[in-house]
């Protein structure tokens, strides 16, 4: 997808009598699409793995009939959408589609925006020749956010194709739906392929793959936006409006450092309240999926009365003798570039712990590197083969790093590298190529070393770490058994003739054998068996090409970061491996990138968001309330290295920051007058805010805002220091870790995100911990229910971090991870 | 086709009496002549003679003509567009609105809001329904857009209120629960023609 077009990765079709050009290696429906050339399809998305349940996208190729969305485009190849024999397929199949479906749209929640319902015009189907008994089928909730209405679906399994391929959870399968058997008289009377999909489609309906009547999954709602008809709703959309109704404001959404495009759909409350609400959020599904926050964290915003001129003109006064700002990185770069300007102008410190230590690994890597931006984005990393993530609660830190990691398994024919502290028994069943690494605390260098060791070219490596790779090396001399092929005379009397005569046959045999083997310390150290290790590395490393390495907030806020930054730089100098970042937050690589951050907040300090002697507050509970994230415009910088435009999606009353800014600084008259001001020596461009596009093009290109320049400089000479064995911690450890879904206050406040604030942990350390404990950091300690993760595995717990008022970061200190005593309470 | 039906542009029963006019005189003499004539003629005494006799027609006879309203109202047209009203079905006496919206989708003067819900019975239950009568104009594009015939145009046509603006609540709107024996069909805007039958092809189905 963001390979570049070039010359020769293109080759040349012919749709309809008309030369396209489409890149190699590309399905027929994604080139004709790419080419605003029209085919019928239903169940196809484009960045996953075709279904082959609908058979609309029949064409003819080269005189033969194919699936577009299975076939892949050759040079010169010719192809013809519509021919007599297709198209009588094709109004079979819409007919078949039709047969026994409710003739409900007039309350359907898709409201007009309904697949079926345009196949049916766009086919001119208007008689039905095919009928069968129709079957029960049951509504049902499978979660506390989805919504199934059986009766309605097509079963054209994009929900469950998409949450294989994209999402990885594999919640939702295709089950037995007990209709009744076609009549055998269609077999010779229809169209084969529509005979074909309809004996499919009589037989199957969608389920939760794990059996109960409930999905086992991170409610991510991706199967709701990607459903064609209105089978699959969010639970609280049900019936609520209709989708004309709505206003659509696209916007970027403010949870994670992943900076999804998203719309918020508005409109006004009920009949007698005509202030303005989101209903729901959607996404340009065929480009970019959301995860759980994303899709239902939407209602966060700050509703006040009007102006509170009082708590202005205190905030005013706040601000004049504050000798610090604290703030997180839930911040647009607009308020970030005020924040530093008056910083600059007034000569406070500002602090953002998250940030910061963001900041310091990302400046230690760009000058060893020589380059200000890490290599990859994630949509790059999703084109990859071979995908390592270390540092990354990968479940939990950002749903698209998943994502990536995921689509490389399943698309790519990939391989993946989990290297990671805490259990987790999602990630194995991302593919039977990945192969998970369950290090201990403290070893994520030695984790790095192992890669430099995997993949770099030895050549390029430093002397000194050269031999320090091969100290870790040792033989050993191993017994294996070997099946040889032995040869074996006889000699067999020919029964008929009576002569006798010798005969060689091939025997297998089991062969005792010593060999020598090379065993690797690093992998030892890591906790796995070298040899095993070498055997599994070696398949997965069959035919890969492209690598790629997530690298996640675990090195950021390791003790010895700047030294991981160096060898992170090292990888990518001597391997083909190449590396994104996750920002911790989500503006964590804007606020990084534009302000000068200082490590500790002392004296009077204002808080945006956070704790401090004056708060300004968006949750509604400060001194002075500022706008939520849905109520103001400007950009973010997300973790694909983009600036990304905002817009308001509901009004608010009160004073901004930039209010304040003008009184105390000198400001231009709007937030967004701050975007063509961003600091260009960093990458930013002087754009204004009105000209930036926020969409995609046809053929999945990302058109919004722009992308951050990655600014070269010399690189400097990389020396890294061997890994401290000191640095593992071992005993009673608590890992800062936020569930799934939840990423910061405004997704808690937020009506369908459920999962509460405490400590996260496996099953079986739950039981042991009890409903709540109380966890001692030395200084501190903090009390907090104990919540259980079934996809959590081992001994180390997560606390989450995203209700800042408890101050996480703070007992945390410049760790991700800490040694502490627990105590029942 | 012949065009002969579209010329006769004589419309409805015609009855028409040609009145034996005389010709308006010109001269002065003639002008003089008439009055003379019409003075003498008594023709005074006629129109008193009509008055009477319409006066004992109406009294005596039972043939008044004055519709005394608003004691008395004249019978409308079904297609006349006065205040909306709200049909139950016959059957079950449920009200046949659905909430599909496309009456608050068409309304061109934005004066139809509606609010849905999922109730119980996982049906969609209209759950507020209101018509701001200070904007609507009666255009009748919700009675015929109503796939249900479930809002319809009523024959109350006397609008005057003391305030400009005044809600109408589906409550206001729906046919009284007690009075669904008196409901009537609508044959406005929106009705099924007489002829639909003829014009409905059947889906095969297996039971």
Redesign the interface.
């Known amino acids: 997808m963001s390979e570049v077009k070039t010359v020769e990765n293109m080759v040349a079709i012919t749709i309809d009598g008309k030369t396209y050009h489409a890149k190699e290696g590309e399905y027929i429906l994604n080139a004709a699409r790419a080419n605003d050339v029209f085919i019928p399809a239903i169940c196809y998305l484009t960045r996953c793995s075709p279904t082959l349940a609908c058979r609309l996208c029949l064409v003819e190729a080269d005189g033969k009939q194919v699936y577009a969305c299975n076939a892949k485009v050759k040079e010169g190849m010719e192809i013809t959408v519509d021919t007599p024999n297709i198209l009588a397929e094709r109004r079979a199949i819409m007919e078949v589609y039709d047969v026994n479906h409710p003739l409900?749209c007039?309350?359907c929640d898709k409201?007009g925006e309904c697949e079926l319902q345009n196949y049916t015009l766009e086919l001119a189907v208007?008689?039905?020749?095919?009928?069968?008994?129709d079957t029960k089928r049951e509504?049902k909730d499978w979660s506390s956010v989805l919504h199934y209405d059986a009766g309605l679906c097509i079963v054209c399994e994009r929900c469950t194709t998409v949450c294989k391929d994209m999402i990885g959870d594999a919640a939702i399968g295709t089950t037995k739906r007990g209709g009744e058997a076609l009549d055998k008289s269609y077999k010779e009377t229809m169209p084969k392929d529509a005979y074909a999909m309809w004996n499919k489609l009589q037989k199957s309906i969608i389920a939760p793959s794990n059996g109960t009547d409930f999905t086992d999954c991170s409610d991510c709602g991706e199967c709701t936006a990607v459903c064609p008809v209105g089978a699959l709703t969010g639970r609280d959309f049900?019936?609520?409006?209709?989708a004309?109704?709505l206003e659509r404001v696209p916007a970027t959404c403010a949870h994670c450092s992943s900076g999804c495009q998203i719309y918020y759909e508005k409109k006004?409350t009920?009949?007698?309240d005509r202030s303005e609400k989101i209903y729901r959020v959607t996404n340009e599904w065929n480009y970019v999926s959301l995860c759980g926050a994303g899709r239902y964290g939407y209602d966060f915003e700050n509703r006040i009365e009007g102006k509170d001129e009082a708590a202005f003109n205190a905030a005013i006064e706040a601000f004049k003798k504050a000798e610090s700002i604290r703030f997180n990185s839930v911040i647009t770069n607009e308020e970030a570039l005020m924040l530093q300007t008056f910083k600059e102008k007034m000569g406070v410190k500002l602090v953002n712990p998250d940030a910061r230590a963001f900041q310091k690994f990302l400046s230690t890597y760009a000058k060893a590197a020589g380059q200000s931006l890490y290599s990859y984005d994630f949509k790059e990393v999703m084109a990859t083969d071979f995908v390592i993530s270390i540092g990354a609660a990968l479940r939990n830190d950002n749903p698209n790093a998943r994502y990536a990691f995921n689509n490389v398994q399943k698309m790519n024919k990939g391989a993946g590298l989990y290297f990671h502290p805490v259990g987790d028994t999602l990630v194995p069943t991302f593919g039977k190529n990945v192969e998970v690494v369950t290090h201990k605390v403290g070893q994520e260098e030695a984790a790095l070393y192992l890669i430099l060791d995997l993949f770099a070219d030895k050549e390029k490596l430093p002397k000194e770490v050269k031999a320090y790779l091969d100290g870790f090396k040792s033989t050993a001399t191993k017994t294996v058994k070997e099946k040889v092929m032995k040869e074996v005379t006889e000699s067999v009397i020919d029964e008929e003739t009576g002569e006798e005569k010798t005969v060689t046959k091939k025997v297998p045999e089991m062969v005792e054998k010593e060999v020598t083997v090379e065993r690797n310390g690093l992998v030892e150290i890591l906790g796995k068996e070298s040899d095993a290790f070498a055997e599994t590395f070696e398949k997965m490393m069959k035919k890969k090409e492209r690598f790629s390495m997530i690298i996640g907030e675990d090195l950021y806020f390791h003790e010895k970061a700047e030294n991981i930054a160096r060898l992170v730089a090292l990888i990518e100098q001597t391997t083909p491996v190449r590396v994104a970042m996750i920002p911790p937050k989500t503006n964590s690589l804007g606020v990084a990138l534009i302000c000068d951050l200082d490590e500790e907040a002392t004296g009077y300090t204002v808080g945006y968001n956070e704790n401090g002697d004056f708060r300004l507050s968006a949750l509604g509970d400060g001194d002075l309330d500022m706008p939520a994230m849905n109520q103001q415009e400007g950009t973010l910088t997300n973790m694909h290295k983009r600036v990304t435009p905002t817009n308001a999606a509901l009004e608010f009353k009160g004073y901004e920051l930039n209010d304040l800014m003008k009184v105390l600084t000198g400001a231009p008259e709007l937030t967004v007058d701050w975007t063509e001001k961003l600091p260009t020596d960093k990458g930013f461009k002087t754009a204004k805010f009105d000209d930036l596009p926020n969409g995609y093009l046809n053929d999945g290109t990302e058109n919004r805002g722009y992308a951050l320049e990655n600014i070269t400089c010399k690189a400097e000479d990389i020396s890294v220091e061997p890994f401290d064995e000191k640095s593992v911690l071992e005993g009673e450890i608590v890992y800062r870790c936020n569930p799934q879904r939840q990423f910061n206050d405004f997704s808690d406040k937020a009506h369908e995100i459920f999962e509460g604030f405490g400590l996260y942990a496996s099953p079986a350390k739950a039981e042991m911990l009890g409903e709540k404990v109380e966890i001692d950091f030395g200084e501190r300690s903090i009390t907090v229910d104990v919540i259980v993760d079934d996809r959590m595995e081992g001994e180390i717990t997560a606390l989450a971090d995203f209700r800042s008022a408890a101050d996480v970061y703070g007992l945390f200190g410049n760790a991700r991870y800490r040694k502490v005593t627990m105590r029942k309470v | 086709m012949g065009l002969e039906q579209f010329k006769n542009r004589n419309v409805g029963q015609q009855n028409y009496v040609m009145l034996d006019l005389e010709h308006t005189p010109q001269t002065g003499m003639g002008k003089f002549r008439q009055v003379v004539r019409r003075t003498f003629k008594a023709e005074l005494f006629v129109g008193l003679w009509v008055t009477m006799r319409e006066m004992i027609n109406a009294l005596f006879r039972g043939q008044m003509h004055t519709v005394k309203y608003p004691l008395e109202k004249l019978p409308i047209s079904p297609r006349y567009r006065a205040i909306h009203e709200m049909l139950r079905l016959l059957e079950s006496g449920h009200y046949r609105c659905?909430?599909?919206?496309?009456c608050?989708?068409i309304c061109i003067s934005n004066c139809i809001?509606?609010?849905?819900?999922?109730d119980e019975n996982?049906?969609?239950?209209v759950s507020?329904?209101?018509i701001n009568f200070g904007r609507c104009i009666f255009c009748g594009y919700c009675a015929e857009v109503c796939?249900?015939l479930a809002i319809v145009h009523g024959p109350r046509y006397e609008t005057a209120s003391e305030q400009r603006a005044s809600f109408s609540l589906f409550e206001d709107m729906l046919t009284p629960i007690d009075k669904l024996n008196l409901q009537q069909e609508y044959d406005g805007f929106g009705a099924v023609t007489p002829n639909a039958d003829e014009n409905i092809?059947k889906?095969?189905?297996?039971?």
């Open positions: 409900q007039g309350v409201s208007d008689s039905q020749s095919y009928a069968i008994p509504v049900v019936y609520a409006s209709n004309w109704e006004h009920s009949v007698f | 659905i909430g599909c919206g496309l608050e989708k809001t509606m609010d849905t819900r999922y996982q049906r969609k239950e507020e329904y209101t796939p249900e092809k889906t095969p189905l297996a039971y």
